[in-house]
């Protein structure tokens, strides 16, 4: 199971925006990242994934940034149910992070889930 591209497709149309492995440079709409940062070692370690909320560059990126970042917090419950193998999929945290070269709008939530394959 590959938890990154998983979790990405089911938030694509979980919370209604693009999803991607990696920020892309001139996206020019809202979009969301997915990253696993740690766990997943084994079935009693869980994932640690930051799914990165970005807003459109300029004025009123960041607004955009943390309307994603709601829907994604809403929809992280259902992974559960939308997902094989994934269980207990909780929001751990979130905050504000800036692109530091770009300055374009960010936020982080911070995903804790169990996998079991």
């Known amino acids: 199971m590959d938890i990154e ?3 990405a497709r ?35 370690e869980p994932v640690q994934l930051d799914i990165d909320c970005w807003g459109t560059e300029g004025k009123g990126g960041r607004k955009q940034a943390k309307a994603l ?18 269980f207990h999929p909780e929001v751990t945290n979130q905050y504000k992070m ?8 960010r936020y982080v939530v911070q995903v804790q889930l169990w996998v079991c394959e």
């Open 98 to 105: 800036p692109d530091p070269d770009t300055r374009r709008a």
């Open 5 to 7: 591209a998983d979790v």
């Open 10 to 44: 089911c938030l694509c149309e979980l919370a209604g925006a693009d999803a991607t492995l990696e920020p892309v440079a001139g996206h020019p709409e809202p979009y969301i990242t997915v990253e696993q940062v740690g766990g997943g070692g084994g079935f009693l």
């Open 69 to 86: 970042a709601e829907k994604v917090k809403v929809a992280v419950p259902s992974l559960e149910d939308e997902l094989p193998n994934v």
